[in-house]
């Protein structure tokens, strides 16, 4: 006998003693937090921490608690940054004044210690935010990797600067420097990369940082303290904790922010942005909404598109900011991909994220449960089903992922970014329609194209590389390889980030120009033949 949808929801979490030994985890009652050097300790509120994974209680899912952080105020929010204004020293502090080779050998010193911190981070970011296992662990390694790959893309960045120019009678050395101060905030869905692909390329082009983790993955960071606060100068990097909407307005409104950093909401982007009483020093590196639409042609091989529109839509259970959000297939191929479509959902390994194999797991956000209710109510009040069985059923932050058919343009699920287990497929008779619809939307992140008809596919890449920032053609939409550029269009993100693009990001290019005059060059000459500065050097890194 098959257990029914129902029931494998109904009994999607264990009971507290059926919990892996190898998975179970002890509270964390974080104290303390990195200012200026030091890990201070906070007497005040904590704000208390519950997984998104529950156990089955005799009254229903319990959440289970995973510790608390402090619940800073304002206050320590104005003292973190002023102590990272300080250590920044208009430029003349030791990190913004350190030589690359300084700067590397710190973010590897650093690396050395975080690696030594995996089981502990990867188990919290596992409980946290209720990521699978395996896609903890990827994520872990895949950061370690990144800073790996900053390192080395900035050794290459100072030889090519290592050298001098001479135009026009000019000589002149290009380097690039530092900006200042940078705020950075990260996403819950990549806690510990999307922070971290910020926070590092601010920290080894010489920038000093106030970095708060997102409402949800606070813990996997306490970890790391140590290594930041021995890893680098006092001051260079300071941690905060506590309710965005009370701590960072303040430093937002200070003004002695110079980038900010933030992977989230456009209109919580917009709001910050604001706050700056003097928006043109402020530069912005933002990663922001997307709601990236996956076209499936006639001429797709179906089950190649069923499968990367699956792992495009659900992986993480859709919570990706680059997640396959709407569906457009051709009225001629819709059938086979519908019911290829709902027997590979109906196939996902549904569990709690330690369980091996697993796809759909809890939800962090409370409200998340209820919105996708709403946004599948509204699609069903508007014409459109739910296609596969079980599809939004829920038990507690636990929701079945749902494939809604036919998706409509009155209806919410149309627009709003729904960043959870939901499906919306749409029909087509024309291409005009999808590219429409990309044209149209507030959003500009990327788009994935299906088919193998090169007269269908090229006329449709040349058009939507103008409306989005990647086409990715026989695959789902996702940021990596981090090597490749990664940014959007519209309401979806300001600047550019790469291993490469975000040193580019986190400085600016300065130089030192000088008449080439026979003085001139005796002074230069003595100036780096005697290693007076560390800007006008040609030093070349081995
Ligand atoms: O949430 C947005 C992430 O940048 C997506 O990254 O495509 O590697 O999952 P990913």
Not at 92 to 105: F, L, N
Not at 253 to 278: E, M, W, Y
Not at 330 to 346: C, G, I, P
Request: aromatic content about 8%.
């Amino acid at each position: 006998m098959t257990t029914s949808t129902a029931d494998k929801v109904k009994n999607v979490f264990p009971r507290a003693g059926e919990v892996p030994a190898k998975a179970r985890i002890e509270p964390l009652e974080q104290k303390d937090y990195l200012l200026g050097g030091r890990l201070k300790t906070w007497k005040g509120p904590a704000q208390k921490v519950f997984s998104p994974v529950s156990t089955a209680g005799p009254g229903g899912p319990e959440r289970v608690y995973l510790g608390s952080y402090p619940k800073l105020t304002e206050r320590e929010a104005l003292a973190a940054l002023d102590a990272a204004v300080r250590a920044y020293d208009d430029g003349k502090g030791p990190w913004p004044t350190a030589s690359v080779e300084t700067r590397i050998a710190a973010v590897e010193n650093f690396v050395r210690r975080m690696k030594e911190k995996r089981a502990l981070t990867v188990k919290l970011l596992m409980w946290e935010i209720g990521k699978s296992a395996e896609d903890s662990e990827k994520e872990f390694d895949r950061t370690v990797e990144y800073i790996v790959d900053t390192v080395n893309a900035l050794k290459d960045l100072d030889r090519a600067s290592s050298r001098l120019s001479i135009d026009q009678g000019v000589i002149a050395q290009i380097k690039r420097a530092p900006l200042g101060t940078v705020l950075c905030m990260g996403p819950y869905n990549y806690p510990l990369n999307e922070t971290f692909t910020t926070l590092i390329p601010a920290l080894i082009m010489g920038n000093t940082v106030v970095f708060k983790p997102p409402k949800y993955g606070v813990l996997l960071h306490r970890p790391l303290l140590e290594a930041f606060r021995d890893s680098f100068p006092e001051g260079v990097v300071n941690t905060i904790y506590g309710e965005g909407r009370k701590i960072i307005g303040p430093l937002m409104r200070s003004g002695k922010v110079n980038v900010l950093a933030f992977i989230g909401s456009s209109r919580v982007a917009d709001v910050l942005k604001q706050q700056h009483p003097k928006p043109h020093r402020l530069r912005c590196v933002l990663g922001l909404d997307a709601k990236n639409a996956g076209i499936v042609l006639p001429s797709a091989d179906i089950g190649l598109a069923v499968k990367e529109c699956l792992s495009g839509a659900l992986s993480y259970n859709g919570q990706r900011c680059t997640a396959l959000k709407m569906l457009f297939v051709h009225r001629s191929v819709l059938n086979e991909f519908l019911e290829k479509l709902v027997t590979e959902v109906d196939g996902l390994k549904i569990g709690m994220p330690w369980e091996p194999g697993v796809k759909i797991t809890p939800l962090p956000e409370d409200e998340k449960v209820p919105y996708m209710a709403e946004v599948i109510a509204d699609a069903v009040k508007h014409g459109a089903r739910v296609i596969n069985e079980g599809g939004g059923l829920t038990n507690g932050n636990f929701v079945y992922p749902a494939v809604v058919y036919p998706a409509a343009p009155a209806m919410r699920l149309w627009r709003e970014e729904q960043f959870g287990p939901v499906v919306p497929v749409a029909p087509f008779d024309d291409v005009s329609e999808p590219l429409a619809y990309v044209v149209d939307s507030d959003f500009g992140q990327q788009v994935s194209v299906f088919g193998s008809d090169p007269d269908a596919i090229a006329p449709l890449v040349d058009t939507l590389v103008n409306q989005v920032c990647r086409v990715n053609v026989n695959s789902q939409c996702q940021r990596g390889p981090d090597a490749l550029p990664f940014t959007g269009r519209k309401d979806s993100a300001e600047g550019t980030l790469s291993v490469s693009d975000a040193l580019r990001a986190f400085s600016i290019r300065t130089l030192v120009a000088a008449k080439e005059s026979g003085a001139n060059k005796d002074l230069l000459r003595g100036i780096m033949r005697g290693r007076k500065s560390k800007f006008l050097s040609t030093d070349f890194i081995l």
